[in-house]
């Protein structure tokens, strides 16, 4: 391990990891998903593993909980063969004195390949990416990004509705607080497609002409036109920070009530990054329909992330190159 | 016409409140004893092509002595100041325990007279600077505190503030602000904005400042006190202040380095160095700081050195603290953005914001000039075509929380002497 | 083979440049009808025959070999035909992290291997690692009762201990040379840096 100037500003080459949405272009998302076909097939297999990882550590920092993708993400390391460890740092030990940084380095000084990070505050990835050699996957950080995620959401997509050039997408619910959201809106501009935010203006980041979308403050008008209606996760801790007066009047305007659901186009699909609250941003019923593909997200979760792991570590060229090559 | 100087500062363009003067400076002992041509001494400074000014005098830096000496001591703090040029220095009360009582206020004292700048301290407005109690201000300025502030915070109850002036200005001191209204600001680390969206950090919007600068304008006229407005960061701010200073209000201002270079742009890889409150904003408000300090709204550039170890400034960027490094930077940023840049501001202008305005917010009879026979010799020897990269190596400071690494400026101080004694010889401190 | 390695290997791209022709394409057929019959005298049949076609070389190959097979057991319907499958060995490859390779091909294997007879088919068989990645992924599918390899072209240089056992023809090279196969041909050639 090649000893680190402390506070040294050392420019991160995001080649090497996936920290952002924002960091890969239309042709390398093109790429991971194609890839995710593979180990689609892969895990249809009676013996869903290859080798292609063999040999490599991969360690799950979580510092927050989170054992769905936690979980996600190690079976996609096991079935490439590779080996895992998991640290789930409660965020108490860390304000303790234990500094990410301390933390990170111990584990690195056992010998490891990829670090899959999740953590509370925004930007934690990155800076995780300025202390160790070892490839960095961000599996969601404080508002900011969760980029896997995303590239599920639009395989899922994809499998259902071909090219989304040009397909219109509905992100509903509590953008400016969720991570989901923001590698969405990446995404989806990156592919082509149209995406329209839906939210009171609470619950909207301060300035949306960061990104190229447009805004609605009602979702009736929004239904008919849409190919995606993607729900965010209301938390009932909005309410205390007075961003919305209640759950109930959050539903009346922004749930995807039966009645609601009905004015969606026969094709269109309904999203959540789960877990959901029924009966808040969704009618529990409206989950069960046929064009919610909300189980489907998650079954493909695996296979993103295998294809994820499988480019950056054992491809032999990570995300630039596969773009330097393909034009 | 022979003299028994100590040393001649030789050749150097002499710039003061008054104007400038190629000529030559003579200091014996604590004073000058000359300023003309052909002048002898026991020992020459060679200033040719140099600027020689008034030492220079920071109204608001972070010595963090007591409570936080792994981060910066008054020694080194007032370090890195000499080697800034700077002869003067007001240590900001937010240290642990903080200067809220004579006990504390000697300490400081104590500890910064051996020390290479000549330390001055603030004392808090309120008792522990919590914004509730008012602290003894009059035992306070009877040991020579002229400027009060609670700065890290400001305070937000408006009828405390309001009693703080009327008290204030019965003493002849100055209240000085950090002017954040806590409950817009609360939980937010950068600027509320397009970057902030995208980096998905909570910011606070100019208006947390603005509210407060509008609050204390307003008390400022009914009370009749002397209120000083540190660190302006917004355009909103300035035009304010714009207002007040043309309606005949007695209010002064300051603006640090950072935010007449940085823009809340560089939060983008959140390093933590660049987190800082007031935060950086946007690139309308570094140019209104420019155009404020060239038009003389803004009274002072102000460093607002604030060091942290690296330790803490490798936190999480919502968690680490707040504060950037700044006396060694000062002077050459204040050359590369405000002189060379679109803000187009006179150089003598520049040393007037850093020496003799602040000199006189301060109340600091000795220090910022002007330069003639019988005042004290605190002054600086700067070479202003000197270019030169800031390195990462946080100078002096015991700490290295540098934003501007890699940046290539101009302007560098040769030489500094503090009431006499060269405490800076070719850019090496000699103490 | 070649078309694999003209894309992996050093420097990767290029131009082959064709410097004889080695086989014409009724050499093919021909060659392909022998083997055809090799196969079935082997294997007393086609009972329990499964023909697995690699990426990207080997699955004409394999489909041109199960039509020649049908054809001379006089099977009309594919449903009785015998079955083929492709499999894209980019995952199994033992130079990981070494040389850029992506899976781009499918893996169909549309029957169950358990106790089958499989014949690997690839164009040419070289150093052999890729047939040892095969391996490893066929039996990760299934057990078969017998593994044996077809290959149109065997070149030689192998750096591990595979045998072909059905070789349409043996073939000299030098190490540097590059031998493409297609339905209509096989070539030596190199290949020019561009």
């Known amino acids: 391990m090649t000893a680190r100037l402390r506070n040294a500003a050392t420019p991160v080459d995001t080649s090497r990891h996936l920290l952002s949405v924002g960091d890969l272009d239309r042709d390398q998302i093109a790429e991971l998903l194609d890839l995710t076909d593979t180990f689609v097939e892969v895990g249809q297999r009676s013996i869903p593993k290859v080798p292609a990882l063999r040999g490599r550590t991969v360690v799950s920092l979580f510092f927050e909980d989170s054992t769905r993708t936690r979980l996600s993400f190690d079976t996609a390391a096991k079935r490439l063969s590779a080996d895992t460890m998991s640290f789930g740092v409660s965020s108490s030990s860390v304000n303790k004195g234990e500094s990410v940084r301390d933390t990170i380095e111990t584990i690195e000084a056992m010998g490891i390949d990829a670090v899959i990070v999740r953590h509370s505050s925004s930007g934690v990835p990155a800076q995780i990416a300025r202390w160790t050699d070892a490839v960095v996957v961000n599996a969601g950080d404080g508002w900011h990004q969760h980029p896997t995620q995303a590239l599920l959401d639009a395989y899922t997509a994809r499998s259902h509705l071909g090219d989304l050039e040009g397909r219109s997408i509905a992100i509903v619910g509590d953008v400016k607080h969720s991570r989901v959201a923001r590698s969405n809106i990446e995404m989806f501009t990156a592919l082509g497609a149209h995406v329209t935010l839906v939210a009171p203006p609470t619950l909207l980041p301060p300035d949306t002409t960061a990104w190229d979308v447009s805004v609605s403050h009602e979702l009736d008008p929004v239904l008919p036109r849409i190919d995606v209606c993607y729900l965010l996760r209301m938390q009932s801790e909005r309410m205390t920070e007075a961003l919305i007066p209640t759950l109930r009047e959050y539903t009346a305007g922004f749930g995807l009530t039966s009645e609601r659901a009905d004015r969606l186009g026969a094709e269109a699909l309904i999203m959540h990054p789960g877990p959901m609250n029924r009966g808040v941003e969704i009618a529990s019923e409206v989950a069960e329909r046929p064009n919610a593909v909300i189980t489907e997200q998650v079954a493909n979760g695996v296979a993103v992330r295998m294809a994820v792991l499988f480019l950056l570590l054992g491809s032999g060229r990570h995300l630039t190159q596969v773009h330097e090559e393909a034009s | ?431 | ?194």
Not at chain 2, 156 to 185: F, K, N, P, W
Not at chain 2, 186 to 211: D, I, K, N, V, Y
Not at chain 3, 123 to 145: E, H, K, M, N
């Open chain 3, 1 to 194: 083979m070649a078309e694999r390695e003209r894309r992996l290997t050093r420097p990767y791209g290029g131009v082959f440049v064709a410097r004889s022709q080695v086989m014409d394409v009724d050499d093919i057929h021909r060659a392909l009808r022998r083997m055809s019959h090799e196969i079935l005298e082997r294997n007393h049949g086609l009972d329990d025959v499964v023909l697995i076609g690699l990426q990207t070389g080997g699955v004409q190959l394999a489909h041109a070999l199960a039509s020649t097979l049908e054809e001379i057991e006089e099977i009309d319907d594919t449903e009785d035909g015998v079955p083929v499958g492709t499999l894209d060995v980019a995952l199994y490859r033992d130079d990981i992290g070494i040389r850029p390779v992506l899976p781009e091909e499918v893996t169909a294997i549309p029957v169950d291997l358990d106790g089958r007879v499989v014949v690997l088919v690839d164009d040419v068989l070289f150093t052999g690692r890729t047939i040892r990645a095969a391996l490893d992924a066929v039996i990760d599918f299934g057990r078969p009762r017998i593994v044996q390899l077809a290959v149109m072209v065997d070149r030689g240089h192998r750096e591990l201990p595979i045998r072909p056992d059905f070789v349409g023809k043996n073939l000299p090279t030098r190490r540097d040379e590059l031998v493409d196969v297609t339905m209509q041909g096989v070539e030596l050639g190199e290949l020019q840096k561009s």
């Open chain 2, 1 to 431: 016409m022979s003299s028994a100087a100590d040393i001649v500062i030789r050749g150097g363009r002499i710039v003061d409140e008054s104007g400038e003067r190629t000529a030559d400076l003579a200091i014996s002992g604590d004073r000058i004893v000359a300023v003309g041509d052909g002048l002898e001494g026991d020992r020459v400074v060679d200033a040719g092509g140099c600027l020689v000014t008034p030492g220079l005098v920071d109204l608001h830096t972070h010595l963090r002595q007591p409570g936080r000496e792994e981060a910066e001591t008054i020694d080194s703090g007032a370090r890195a100041a000499a080697l800034g040029g700077y002869t003067a220095v007001l240590a900001m009360p937010n240290t642990t325990p903080p200067i809220d009582s004579a006990a504390v206020v000697r300490e400081v004292l104590e500890l910064g007279r051996p020390a290479p700048c000549d330390v001055h301290t603030t004392a808090a407005i309120t008792v522990g600077r919590a914004g509730e109690q008012l602290a003894p201000m009059g035992e306070l300025a009877a040991l020579g505190v002229r400027i009060f502030t609670d700065d890290g915070t400001g305070v937000q109850d408006d009828r405390l503030m309001r009693r703080a002036m009327e008290y204030a200005s019965g003493l002849g001191i100055t209240l000085a602000q950090h002017c954040e209204v806590s409950s817009l600001s609360e939980g937010t680390c950068m600027h509320e904005g397009e970057w902030s969206s995208r980096l998905g950090l909570p910011g606070q919007p100019s208006e947390a400042e603005e509210l407060m600068v509008m609050r204390d304008i307003a008390l400022a006229r009914l009370t009749g006190a002397r209120v000083h407005f540190q660190h302006m960061s917004t355009a909103g701010s300035v035009a304010m202040i714009a207002a007040a200073k043309a309606g005949g209000l007695p209010v002064t201002a300051e603006a640090a380095p950072h935010h007449f270079t940085l823009t809340d742009a560089c939060c983008a890889g959140y390093d933590a160095t660049f987190k800082v409150h007031p935060p950086l904003r946007a690139v309308s408000d570094v140019a209104a700081i420019a155009a404020g300090l060239a038009s003389g709204v803004l009274d002072a550039i102000a460093t607002d050195h604030a060091p942290h170890t690296p330790e803490d400034k490798e936190r999480p960027f919502d968690h680490a603290p707040p504060g950037m490094l700044g006396l060694e930077y000062a002077l050459a940023l204040a050359f590369t953005q405000l002189v060379d840049g679109e803000a187009a501001m006179a150089e003598s202008d520049v040393i007037g914001a850093m020496s003799w305005r602040p000199a006189r917010i301060a109340g600091l009879e000795h220090h910022g000039g002007p330069l003639v026979a019988g005042a004290a010799a605190n002054l600086c020897v700067i070479d202003p075509g000197a270019r030169w990269t800031i390195d990462d190596s946080g100078g002096a400071s015991r700490s290295r929380n540098v934003p501007y690494v890699g940046r290539e400026v101009r302007g560098r101080v040769r030489h500094t002497f503090l009431f006499g004694e060269q405490v800076v010889s070719d850019g090496e401190a000699q103490r």
